[in-house]
């Protein structure tokens, strides 16, 4: 219900509401600030895993947390929350929690497409990692077959094996030795290997692109698109929105439904974060060098990206917009990760260890980088 009805009918509501077209085209800088996100949270996890070196089906997922934050859900209960503190620094209460709710709602759908296309790659590869690493591991059994040979002697067939396989045996060294010249089976194999390496590369991509196709039409990202619209065309939105507006009970509808997103994924987080209370074979300093990572050098990093940002004039004057922009830097890990651990079956318990303390932390993170950001923008 929450991922189907109640998150697509709040960012519908919230984007159709307060969106025009003037507004979209100026927000174009936070896509660049999303990619910038996972970009350079992304180099950052991969010297963690240089200098850490965790077990290798572990590295995705280190770098997955560093790189990927939780920028739809949180966003969508700290922003109005900090609309509704007083002496917030962005005006009007009301005006503040609607604009603010509209930002949080196109970061979720941009986050998705990211934790979809980037850190979905990372965990599989981890996944092929696991599963190549675990097969190594097991060792091969050779089958044997009864000896069903009451006759048998002491030269019997366990020891000769059957006539079959003699001429089998025969057959095969006889067609090794009869082969052509080795050049020309260089040449057959090389041109067998490119056929696979073409197959494979096909096969990836038409996988990357099903995946991100279906991200696309997942429920939230068309909510978020079609709120776009309706907030763009004026028309589209003189139909639902206003007083005067014909079918604006419609618009009551879906923000009634899209007034319980909150309380709900507040409660999914606080189960989700129950699994990391099981015991896992996560390092205690990757786990530190992952919470370094989210709350003290991408924040740090972000406070100076968005200030060279609006130096330069990328951004609108609107202080909400900067305090989304630096917050995004803040977040903990995408709660998706788990999802895609379970969906590999790979590195779940630590996935779950690491999301209890990152989420534990970001209690403390947030609110504090919260008023450095405050501060900055006041």
Known sequence: MVF??????LMFASLAKTVTLEEIISWWFMPVNVAMTFLIGGILGWIVVKLLRPKPHLEGLVI???ASGNLGNLLLIIVPAICHEQGSPFGNRDVCSSVGLSYASFSMALGGFFIWSYSYQLIKQSSV????LAQAAEPEEVPKEVNKDFDANAQTQLLRGTTDDQ???SVLVASTKSSSDPECQIIVTQASHLQTGKESFWKRSLEFLHQLLEELLAPPTLAAIVGFIFGAV????NLIIGDSAPLRVIQDSIEILGDGTIPCITLILGGN???GLRSSTLKPLIIIAVVCVRYVALPFIGVWVVKAAAALGFLPSDPLYHYVLMVQFTLPPAMNIGTMTQLFDVAQEECSVLFLWTYLVAALALTGWSMVYMWILS
Request: charged content about 20%; aromatic content about 14%.
């Open 64 to 66: 997955a947390t560093c």
């Open 234 to 237: 004026v028309w589209l939105r």
């Open 4 to 9: 189907t009805v109640f998150t697509p009918s």
């Open 273 to 275: 974060l129950i699994q």
């Open 129 to 132: 990692r696991y599963k190549a």
């Open 167 to 169: 001429e089998d045996v």
